[in-house]
Nanobody, 123 residues
């Protein structure tokens, strides 16, 4: 089990920006899938953005398309999520996840998770 550690959460006003980071050494190269999920109170955990570092495949949820960007920091072996023009509906616990095969959007397909970082957007 690879340890995943998120950071960068916090509180912002609507229209603001945050960048989340996930330390996941040794999993940035190759054909693995890395991604960000989020879970708001009373809601299911949903895929926000996914990336296959080996193929460059990206996925974004419709609700964040054009506002969020998933990327790799290859020098520091980190997975990043840049969140711009944030809205109150983006408020959730954000989790980093890893999968040893192709990317899937269902959280049930992932067994390796970080502890989460809270993001709160006020109107």
């Amino acid at each position: 089990q690879v340890e995943l550690v998120e950071s960068g959460g916090g509180s912002v006003q609507a229209g603001g920006s945050l960048t989340l980071s996930c330390v996941a050494a040794a999993y940035m190269a190759g054909r693995y899938c890395m991604g960000w999920f989020r879970q708001a109170p009373g809601k299911e955990r949903e895929a926000v953005a996914l990336i296959n570092p080996g193929t460059g495949y990206n996925y974004y949820a419709d609700s964040v398309q054009g506002r969020f960007t998933i990327s790799q920091d290859k020098i520091n072996d980190m997975l990043l999520l840049r969140m711009n023009n944030m809205q109150p509906e983006d408020t959730a616990m954000y989790y980093c996840a890893q999968r040893s095969t192709v990317c899937r959007t269902s959280s049930a397909d992932y067994v390796n998770w970080g502890q989460g970082t809270q993001v709160t957007v006020s109107s």
